[in-house]
């Protein structure tokens, strides 16, 4: 079992919408939860830091359960530029490495 | 924000030769780079750990004596494809982590590697 599991999608979101998608991670003594954003043939740009009270940034709002172990983003009035891979990311303490997931692809369509 | 490069961004080589990828941080000193591997519509996975001035530490099943690892200064580390063979064909991404304040890594952006 991966450590940190993620629907590949794609989720085809049509422009405007809301979607949201989860990500769960195995490991309990996982302390701190990243979004990551990754392009085509790109490196991955951090989107935001996942907190235990949830988050929000502009149009991204992310949530943490650590009770059933998983990670939500919610993308509200989804614009074409927000068309990537989503990657959600576990690290087990402050300094260590980071675990990613498979990645969740949205398209973003007029 | 915190820069990364790497080069080349693209190499293509023949089986059997050696191939270096740089990493370096442009305008901070990272104590710490990490170097992973990403095949097609896989994640990224780590393959090391590299601190400066000491031996770089791999991951399970990563050979040390195939990808070599140098981090000879606070803003640059190699990685080294010795003997490159067709399936080490993927995207090599190197990440840095700053000397003080954030723990956020930074991210190269990416060299893909074609061996043919």
């Known amino acids: 079992r991966k450590e940190v599991e993620q629907d590949p999608g794609p989720f085809n979101v049509p422009e405007g919408a809301t979607v949201a998608f989860n990500c769960t991670y195995s490991?309990?003594?996982?302390?701190?939860f990243f979004w990551y954003r990754q392009d085509c043939r790109k490196e991955p740009k951090l989107l935001m830091s996942?907190?235990?009270s949830g988050n929000e940034d502009g149009r991204f709002t992310a949530q943490l359960n650590r009770a059933s172990q998983y990670i939500s983003l919610l993308i509200r009035d989804s614009k074409l530029s927000d068309s990537a891979t989503y990657l959600c990311v576990a690290r087990k303490a402050a300094g260590n490495k980071l675990t990613f997931g498979g990645g969740t692809r949205v398209l973003v369509k007029p | 924000g915190a820069v990364v490069s790497q080069h080349p961004s693209r190499v293509i080589c023949k089986s059997g030769t050696s191939v270096k990828i740089e990493c370096r941080s442009l305008d901070f000193q990272a104590t710490t780079m990490f170097w992973y591997r990403q095949f097609p519509k896989q994640s990224l996975m780590l393959m090391a750990t590299s601190n400066e001035g000491s031996k770089a530490t791999y991951e399970q099943g990563v050979e040390k004596d195939k990808f070599l690892i140098n981090h000879a200064s606070l803003t640059l580390s190699t990685l080294t494809v010795t003997s490159a063979h067709p399936e080490d064909s993927s995207f090599y991404i190197c990440?840095?982590?700053?000397?003080?304040?954030?723990?956020?890594?930074?991210f190269g952006p990416g060299t893909r590697l074609t061996v043919l």
């Open positions: 996942v907190y235990s």
């Open positions: 990440s840095a982590r700053t000397l003080a304040g954030s723990d956020e890594q930074f």
């Open positions: 490991n309990s003594a996982s302390q701190s």
